[in-house]
Nanobody, 121 residues
Framework: QLQASGGGLVQAGGSLRLSCAAS????????MAWFRQAPGKEREFVGA????????MYADSVKGRFTISRDNAKNTVYLQMNSLKPEDTAVYYC????????????????WGQGTQVTVSS
């Protein structure tokens, strides 16, 4: 089970940190990812982390502004979002896959509920 939290309303240029708490299985070998979906748009890849190694990858649109990290003790993955822009407004989802290192929505097997992020201009 994945539980996302931390969304909210922030002004452009501000920061938010999203959390994804994992439970029910051992995610230490999984790939954990963040996706987002804006109104009227398809769900898109934001970034991912290999839980074991900590290797990350990001979409070009967030590279340099967003950072994914994990806390093994808390079984939680984070998405630190800085320099937020109005175009970052979306529902953010965390997802997990056993091993595939992918940006594709349909390759992730486990999903949390979304958390709304709204960036005002």
């Amino acid at each position: 089970q994945l539980q996302a939290s931390g969304g909210g309303l922030v002004q452009a240029g501000g920061s938010l940190r999203l959390s994804c708490a994992a439970s029910g299985r051992t995610f230490s070998t999984y790939v954990m990812a963040w996706f987002r979906q804006a109104p009227g748009k398809e769900r898109e890849f934001v970034g991912a982390i290999r839980w074991g190694s900590g290797i990350t990858m990001y979409a070009d649109s967030v590279k340099g502004r967003f950072t994914i990290s994990r806390d093994n003790a808390k079984n939680t993955v984070y998405l630190q979002m800085n320099s937020l822009k109005p175009e970052d407004t979306a529902v953010y989802y965390c997802a997990a896959d056993r091993s595939r290192w992918s940006t594709l929505v349909n390759l992730y097997d486990y999903w949390g509920q979304g958390t709304q992020v709204t960036v005002s201009s």
